[in-house]
C-alpha cells in the first residue's frame, strides 16, 4: 500500500514538473540511443555474415519480424557524432538534416529464416553513410543511407 502511494505521488511530481516546463521528455535522446543501438558497434570490425547474424539477434532487430537490411557503422561515437557537422544534406524524406560521412561500415542483408533466426549475408567495407541528425547539441538519430 506504502509503495502504490509513494509511486502515485512520484507521477504526481513528474506530470506537474512536466506542466511546469521544468523537465521536458527527451524525444531526440531516446532516438540518438535507438541509433546507436541498431547502429553502432565501436568494439568490432564486423564484415561478415556470422556477424550479421550475432549482431541482429542481440541487438533485437529479429522480432516481432526480421528486419530487412540493416547497417552497422564500426567507429568511435565520437568521430559519429561529428557527421552531424559536415554540411546539410536533403534526406530520402525530403528534410534537410541529413549529413554524410565516411566510415568503416558491415551491411547486413536479409537472406532468409523466420523471426528470431533470422539468416543475414554481410559485407564489410569503407563507404559515405547519410545519418539524420537532430538535437542540441545535434546528434545522429537516424541512418538515411
Known amino acids: 500500500m506504502a ?11 513528474l506530470v506537474t514538473l512536466l ?9 531526440g535522446q531516446s532516438m540518438y540511443q535507438r541509433f546507436q543501438r541498431q547502429h553502432v ?6 564484415g561478415t ?12 532487430m529479429m522480432r516481432p519480424t526480421c528486419k530487412q537490411f540493416n547497417t552497422f557503422i564500426h567507429a ?3 568521430a ?13 524524406n525530403g ?3 541529413c549529413h554524410k560521412g565516411g566510415m568503416r561500415v558491415t551491411d547486413c542483408k536479409l537472406t532468409g529464416g523466420s523471426p528470431g533466426n533470422c539468416k543475414y549475408q554481410g559485407r564489410g567495407s569503407f563507404r559515405s553513410v547519410v545519418i539524420a541528425c537532430d538535437g542540441k547539441p545535434l ?5 538515411d543511407g
Not at 506542466?19 to 524525444?27: E, M
Not at 555474415?49 to 533485437?60: D, E, F, L, R, V
Not at 559519429?80 to 544534406?89: A, E, F, G, M, Q
Not at 546528434?139 to 541512418?143: A, E
Open 139 to 143: 546528434v545522429p538519430v537516424h541512418f
Open 49 to 60: 555474415s556470422s556477424y550479421c547474424n550475432k549482431m541482429m539477434q542481440t541487438q533485437g
Open 95 to 97: 528534410k534537410m538534416n
Open 19 to 27: 506542466g511546469l516546463g521544468l523537465v521536458q521528455p527527451s524525444y
Open 3 to 13: 509503495l502504490q502511494k509513494t509511486l502515485s505521488l512520484l507521477l504526481l511530481l
Open 41 to 46: 558497434d565501436t568494439k568490432q570490425r564486423g
Open 80 to 92: 559519429i557524432n561529428n557527421i552531424c557537422r559536415h554540411s546539410n544534406i536533403r534526406c530520402k
Open 76 to 78: 568511435g561515437i565520437k
